[in-house]
T-cell receptor, first 116, second 112 residues
């Protein structure tokens, strides 16, 4: 299996622009998580899905952030408009019920976002 | 409000010695605890976990200790090896299928 695939790996954009981050989870995994890593706050959970349905989005910072999972093999995290404080590494992770039972998430390599 | 706290941003340990990474939590509902390891430019990877019904779990060179009364857990690495240099994240969840909350991480440097 190729693992969790995220794109783009790096994104540099200007303040006010729309940013879309993409994630393909591991086939067969029915849980998908979006995390953000910053120096100040470490790894923050933004939102997670189960069977393509958002279960908890309480970590989404504000209305500028939105996430969708139109099918079991694809999810997007969108920031519109982007701001410099959104600069961070965004990780997508997936898991199955069995692996989540032991707390194991499978992370992608992350998308490093820089907003100028 | 950090529910999982790793108060040491970094730690340096001589190769061959024991590395001890510490973690505190505030939410008494947490019943499952985990450690993840992260290398630069990679995503975190699962290392070891412990349920709240246990106070120790061992996997090779890695042992996690849980002190529920103190709301404290620690990860011991013995002996420390150069490949152990990474960022270690402590994490916790309130039940198996709930969201997993991570700490800020501790950067471990293994010195030759």
């Amino acid at each position: 299996d190729a693992g969790v695939i995220q794109s783009p790996r790096h994104e540099v954009t200007e303040m006010g622009q729309e940013v879309t981050l993409r994630c393909k989870p591991i086939s067969g995994h029915d849980y998908l998580f979006w995390y953000r890593q910053t120096m100040m706050r470490g790894l923050e959970l933004l939102i997670y899905f189960n069977n393509n349905v958002p279960i908890d989005d309480s970590g989404m910072p504000e209305d500028r952030f939105s996430a969708k999972m139109p099918n079991a093999s694809f999810s997007t995290l969108k920031i519109q408009p982007s701001e410099p404080r959104d600069s961070a590494v965004y990780f997508c992770a997936s898991s199955s019920r069995e692996t989540l039972n032991t707390g194991e998430l499978f992370f992608g390599e992350g998308s490093r976002l820089t907003v100028l | 409000d950090q529910q999982v706290k790793q108060n040491s941003p970094s730690l340096s340990v001589q190769e061959g010695r024991i590395s001890i990474l510490n973690c505190d939590y505030t939410n008494s509902m947490f019943d499952y605890f985990l450690w993840y390891k992260k290398y630069p430019a990679e995503g975190p990877t699962f290392l070891i976990s412990i349920s709240s019904i246990k106070d120790k779990n061992e996997d090779g060179r890695f042992t996690v200790f849980l002190n529920k009364s103190a709301k404290h857990l620690s990860l011991h690495i013995v002996p420390s090896q150069p490949g152990d240099s990474a960022v270690y994240f402590c994490a916790a969840s309130a039940n198996s299928y709930d969201k997993i909350i991570f700490g800020k991480g501790t950067r471990l440097h293994i010195l030759p």
